[in-house]
DNA sequence: AATGAATGAGCGTTCATTCAT
DNA sequence: GATGAATGAACGCTCATTCAT
């Protein structure tokens, strides 16, 4: 039916509304300054509308950090069959660009990631939200285990005894993540050397990667000038 | 004067006295627990002192976060001035001992850090403070690049043109910083196969410094072996 | 016209839906759990359907209390026209049995009539619903004081000089009405003894009347059997 | 200390104080109208200091039911101990006269003992508050319950094979629970020719006494003399 | 200097009621 | 006529902060 349609249309484009306030505000006064009276002030809609769509505040939250993570498995999944890709070092290379390109395009998203880590929501909300921010988590980790199992299998990486690719995943998880949270909390950088944050993690990630050994099929590779390519062919960096 | 002096001294017992108290309860309750009353009514003075002490609560916060940025300097500083460093890379590698044992030792130091670090806590704070953090941050800092480019005087470390040693202790710190921080805030490694994250961090964090030609002063060396003896002599490991 | 009386015929049949979902929902979550939410949500239609039928919440309430009230009178006027009453002893025997049948069959009517009383809900409800209830309990007092009144026509029911038949009334009605409070809100009765408290209302309502010199026309009178005989015959006790 | 001493009385006196205002608004505007927000506006403090001496609304309303009761007990055994009784049956008088007291000098009281009785409000509320109740209406019976079976044991009141004691409790509990219920929450007993409802219970109540046959030791008795005779006695009425 | 009673703005949440569709 | 999204006042409650004692 075409009402039915409608109204869940609009149901649906009311949430993202609500959403999309929450998410800059979350971003903007933090965890703890994100009140439903402070998001309703600042939208067209009321607080009781608000409790229409969202069962309460902690949910909210969760809602935006599937978004997020949605997102980020998203460009993951774009990211890891880049038809460019010539071996698995150069997939892995593309998923460093999505997970670059993704910070950079969503930094509300990647800020909610952070918050969800470090507030305890999980008491109030819905366990079917909870499950999906797992299985996110879990195929976002997938991907990049699987790359690295692929190379493995085709041997252009090669792990010594005691390691395994999710160590591998782990490592570039941490070095990412550390990275992006120091630049984005951090105020000295700057004035203490580092000037370029990205690029320094660009170059960290190589030679994490190259000492597993990881290898491009055929002579040397411009990773730098790979994930540039990523980011402009599968993600429209303009 | 006598008095003075016993004053003082009482003075700061009891302020340390709050802080230990605040530390515990933040980490047990995190920060939206943590409130005046229930630090009030676990000790034996009462909220009115506690005023005496701190302007608000959020110089609880950040003065817990200078004692916990200062003892991480302390073991910064006991690291780098290990007499059973061989070389710089000795030197660094008891640096990562050194992150290693403070997260270990004083969980709720680090706690705090992340803490810190995600909510927004500096306006209502102490421009004293504020730089406290900022100096032991930038001393931290200083230490790991001091050891870097000592290593580039030395020879036993090399850098391609366009990176500095502050790009390396990016990378130490982003790698740290972000395995610590999934360790302590991710409930699912284990059924993702990350079965020790920490032998992990340690070896990726070698593959990037040997990527970097961070070289031994002779032959080959066993930085597992070095941290553990780091963590026992200086930090006493039982 | 005929669709006119179809349509009323539905409206009526709609608001004996409403009224019966209130009803139990009433006495299960009390008036604090009910509302028109829940009301809506559990029945086919929407909540602006039951505000056509019912200006405000408190309206559905007082229509309650009327269907109850309505309900005993119509209990009242069978029993005190019961064809097996040989008196008007027996013939107040019957209202008692009338009485004792309305708690137990519909527990829920007489749930509404202690909600009315000590909720304060008249302010927002109507000038004519209010009067049915004083009208009906208007009746009920009457079709009583009128078998007093018959009664003391016929000489089996003799008054001292300072009581009327209004007094009779009132004994009876404080003496249930107490009762049948004390037995649905008190936990402890068991534990304090009172092991048949309806047995014992039966008694001590006998010993009253026959404190008033109620005699029965002819020798004795099992009342206790009178009154289960009136369950019987006329509410169809199985 | 007197410091403490005058502290503690403080911190009763400002306990009464809410709980005097709150049982005032209780009687005048319903269990549903009383709101915390309502307490604070119509008092001296502020909503923060209510909550300091009561964890939630409901410990409000039961403490309030705990001082009605324990005025009740108080009542009752300053009844039971009349010196001017000369038997039991006296002494059953005196509580009736106690009962009629409480309601006529504390109609507060008695309205928060109707209203703990329809609201539920045991979930939130401390088990000692909860046991005091149970404890208070458990010794107002023995008081009742303990006379009669003085009564009994004397030989002054005789009762059949299959009633008991409690059950003499029982009648007077719902006469005049009844009585004092309808006489404060019906508005037409005086058009429906119930012009003095407490002569009428008295009256009502002693014919059922006398129908257990408790009879005064010596002759005849005027109850209602020495009903009035206690009030003045015991209770000073002026 | 130490206390803790008092404050009151702010919180998350509910729900009777309205009204555009 | 039926709907249910939207409202917003009101609720119970918390807690950082102040200040008279």
């Known amino acids: 039916m075409v009402t039915v349609t409608r109204k869940q249309r609009e ?3 009311r ?54 993570l949605e997102k980020r498995l ?20 593309a998923i460093g660009a999505a997970a670059e390109k993704f910070v950079e395009q969503y930094p509300h998203h990647f800020a909610v990631e952070q918050i969800v880590r470090s507030a305890s929501i999980w008491e109030k909300t819905s366990e079917e939200r909870r499950q999906f921010m797992q299985v996110c988590e879990g195929r976002c980790m997938q991907i990049v285990g699987g790359i690295a199992r692929d190379g493995l299998a085709h041997g252009d990486l090669e792990l010594p005894a005691e390691r395994s690719a999710e160590d591998v995943v782990f490592g570039l998880w941490s070095l990412n993540f550390g990275a992006y949270t120091i630049v984005t ?10 000037r370029d944050p990205i690029a320094a993690l660009r170059h960290n990630q190589n030679l994490m990667l190259d000492g597993y050994n990881w290898r491009p099929l055929y002579g040397d590779r411009d990773y730098d000038a790979v994930m540039d390519r990523v980011k402009r062919e599968v993600f429209g960096n303009e």
Chains 1, 2, 3, 4 share one sequence.
């Open 74 to 93: 998203e460009m993951f999944e774009s990211a890891s069959t880049w038809s460019g890709a010539t071996c698995s070092r150069d997939r892995i290379a």
């Open 11 to 13: 149901r649906l484009e």
């Open 185 to 194: 909390s951090s105020e000295s950088l700057e004035e203490n050397g580092i």
């Open 15 to 68: 949430e993202a509304k609500i959403l999309d306030l929450a998410r800059g505000m979350l971003h903007e006064v933090g965890y703890l300054g994100l009140s439903m009276d402070r998001i309703a002030s600042q939208m067209e809609y009321s607080k009781g509308t608000i409790y229409q769509h969202f069962q309460n505040k902690e949910e909210i939250i969760l809602a935006l950090a599937n978004e997020a």
